[in-house]
């Protein structure tokens, strides 16, 4: 079973930028799609960003279309979300997961843009 570890969080004027990293543990994570998530307070758990096995197939909410940009490393067991023009809205914890959210939610990376 893979587990995963997300980093790179902070507090954040709006306008700034943050790049985090997710971390699986195992030897399949390059066999999985995978995606970033994020839940604001008092709100579900949303979509943020996708990317499939070979990193070729992507997909971004609306919401951080042309912000934000996914990618993996499988050599690495690595994924990212470089977040750039980030906005108070953005405000949220942030998690990594497969596309399916079949692996047990970490603790997740909070995420605060200030105004």
């Known amino acids: 079973q893979v587990q995963l570890v997300e980093s790179g969080g902070g507090l954040v004027q709006a306008g700034g930028s943050l790049r985090l990293s997710c971390v699986a543990s195992g030897r399949t994570f390059s066999r999985y799609d995978m995606g970033w998530f994020r839940q604001a307070p008092g709100k579900e758990r949303e979509t943020v960003a996708t990317?499939?096995?070979?990193?070729?197939?992507?997909y971004y909410a609306d919401s951080v279309k042309g912000r934000f940009t996914i990618s993996r490393d499988n050599a690495k067991n690595m994924m990212y979300l470089q977040m750039n023009s980030l906005k108070p809205e953005d405000t949220a914890v942030y998690y990594c997961?497969?596309?399916?959210?079949?692996?047990?939610w970490g603790q997740g990376t909070q995420v605060t843009v200030s105004s």
């Open positions: 997961n497969t596309e399916q959210r079949t692996v047990i």
């Open positions: 990317i499939s096995r070979s990193g070729g197939r992507l």
